[in-house]
Nanobody
Framework: QVQLVESGGGLVQAGGSLRLSCAAS????????MGWYRQAPGNQRELVAT???????TYADSVKGRFTVDRDYAKNTVYLEMNSLKPEDTAIYYC??????????????WGQGTQVTVSS
């Protein structure tokens, strides 16, 4: 079983910064894609950013130039540096990972979510 534990959410004023972390633990062979999604009240969950095992990244258009996704492969941890935050960034942020365990196909895991609130 794989667990994803997020940290770093909180309340910040518009224009401020936050850094989210997500650490994967458990027994597995490797982690392929890791990333962040978010869900605001009344909205569907949406992709924020991903980072592959080769370091390649993707970003939602709404966060390009403001957010940076990074990864520590040795620690099985993914980070999301969020700068120039806007009230519309307010949401629950979820960590996501595509994990290959021994003798099984890759499986998708989710963290429990961390609240990010940006005040105007």
């Amino acid at each position: 079983q794989v667990q994803l534990v997020e940290s770093g959410g909180g309340l910040v004023q518009a224009g401020g910064s936050l850094r989210l972390s997500c650490a994967a633990s458990g027994s597995f062979q490797r982690i392929n894609l890791m990333g962040w999604y978010r869900q605001a009240p009344g909205n569907q969950r949406e992709l924020v950013a991903t980072i592959g095992s080769d370091g390649s990244t993707t970003y939602a258009d709404s966060v390009k130039g403001r957010f940076t996704v990074d990864r520590d492969y040795a620690k099985n941890t993914v980070y999301l540096e969020m700068n120039s935050l806007k009230p519309e960034d307010t949401a629950i942020y979820y960590c996501n990972a595509d994990v290959k365990s021994y003798f099984t196909r890759p499986k998708e895991y989710w963290g429990q979510g961390t609240q990010v609130t940006v005040s105007s």
